[in-house]
């Protein structure tokens, strides 16, 4: 693997966990696909630092959990600017 990628994966990781970010927010903001951010975090990360992903792990698995209730809010606030105008 090569530098660059190892550190990039740290530097998603530290972004991620300092703004309580998204994938796709890390993804947008680091010019990469979701799913490099996805593969970075979850299966680079942990043979380059174990502590960095346990932390991003958390953060990923609570955003998981949270998705449909966010997906929801969009839709809401998709809808209600429709019927404002």
Do not use: W
Request: with cysteine; charged share 30%; net charge positive.
């Amino acid at each position: 693997m090569t530098d660059h990628i190892e550190e990039r994966a740290c530097e998603l990781a530290v972004y991620m966990i300092e703004t309580q970010g998204t994938v796709r927010g890390a993804a947008k903001k680091f010019g990469v696909s979701k799913s490099t951010v996805h593969k970075d975090l979850s299966q680079r990360l942990p043979n380059i630092n174990r502590s960095l992903y346990n932390q991003v792990k958390i953060l990923m698995e609570t955003n998981k959990a949270q998705r449909h209730i966010r997906g929801g809010m969009s839709t809401k606030r998709k809808y209600s600017k429709e019927t404002e105008t």
